[in-house]
Structures are given as C-alpha cells and as structure tokens.
C-alpha cells in the first residue's frame, strides 16, 4: 500500500460513512437513534457528528427512529 493513498472510507461493521475533506473528517449518516428520557426531545439522529445525539447517555439510548421526525441538526449536518 502507497504510503500517500488515502485511509480507507467508513468504520467496517459501524455503519457509518466518513467524508474526507482535507484533514479534516466529518461522520455522516449511520443507523438512527434516539433518547429514551422522557425529557428528552423526541426526535431521532443518525449524524455522528450531532452534539445532541451523541449527549444521549448509553443506559437512554434506543436504536431506531421511534417513530419520531428527524433532528434538525443532523439534517444540517447532512448539507
């Protein structure tokens, strides 16, 4: 392997992307999430860059949508 080739894209088994841009690596879209606290905002993430989502406690957090809209920060994150 050229020492000069780009690392590979993604975490295999994570299902997250990862988008390159310079040195700087943005997470992008993986499998939803959302919080399970009543006091929480009921919405979902699926952006591993969005500060909300990733501010879920493990022992709250829920794979899947719950069938709740999206978080408007992941949706920016996304453009």
Do not use: F
């Amino acid at each position: 392997m050229n020492c000069n080739s780009p690392a590979p894209s993604g975490n295999p088994g994570s299902g997250a992307s990862v988008q390159h841009v310079g040195k700087e690596v943005k997470r992008l879209k993986t499998n939803p999430w959302h919080s399970k606290k009543e006091t929480d905002r009921k919405v979902y993430h699926d952006n591993t860059s969005c500060t909300e989502g990733n501010n879920i406690e493990k022992e709250n957090r829920q794979s899947g949508t719950g069938s709740r809209p999206r978080c408007e920060h992941c949706e920016r994150l996304d453009k």
